[in-house]
């Protein structure tokens, strides 16, 4: 619960204190910067967005019935945890795929979005765009230019942009690959 709150209270903020495309510099590697994102996780984009979210609302509701017959065995508490920010990070994606295309609306910059009375926002229902805000770029350079294909090119390591929930959904499943990869094959 938790996890969904914090990701919430981000998104909110950013949505309503920040303009589409708005950055601010935290660092030299690390910004805010306000996307938004129709698709998956990181702003991919490989299926319909109807099918998107229904697809993370089966997701969500697999996990729960799977939580429940892990908690009830007894499994290892970090199984649990890993299990948990998976299922909390996609439940806080899902929030904003189906409700915040009705609550809010769609300025252009440099215009902040603003809570609408329900059902009058930028899009209907399941059509919401997911807010996206941190950005790492830990290397900005170009590429030398004696490097086949890509010389002279610019360069940035790490350039996706994500939310609180993208991440929380990252580390679950690489703390389940790394620590539980047994149980899992099983």
């Not at 910067?33 to 702003?43: D, K, Q, V």
């Not at 799977?66 to 899902?94: D, E, H, Q, W, Y």
């Not at 295309?101 to 059509?127: C, D, K, M, R």
């Not at 290397?139 to 890509?150: A, K, L, M, R």
């Amino acid at each position: 619960m938790g996890v969904l709150v914090i990701d919430q209270w981000f998104k909110i903020a950013v949505k309503t204190h920040m303009y589409l495309h708005e950055s601010i510099r935290v660092t030299n590697w690390f910004y805010i910067l306000f996307t938004e994102n129709p698709g998956m996780a990181f702003g991919w984009e490989f299926f319909e967005k109807l099918f998107l979210t229904s697809f993370r609302i089966v997701a969500v509701i697999v996990i729960a019935y799977l939580l429940r017959r892990v908690i009830r065995k007894g499994v290892p508490t970090g199984f649990v945890v890993c299990l948990s920010l998976v299922m909390a990070g996609a439940a806080g994606n899902i929030v904003d795929c189906v409700f915040y295309g009705l609550i809010f609306n769609n300025p252009p910059a440099p215009f902040v979005a603003h809570f609408v009375p329900f059902g009058t926002g930028y899009e209907s229902v399941f059509q919401g765009r997911v807010v996206d805000m941190f950005y790492f770029p830990i290397i900005d350079t170009y590429w030398p230019d004696w490097v086949p294909g890509v010389g002279g090119s610019h360069f940035i390591f790490f350039s996706p942009i994500f939310n609180f929930a993208d991440a929380a959904i990252s580390c679950g499943i690489i703390a389940l690959l790394l620590f539980y990869h047994k149980r899992i094959s099983r």
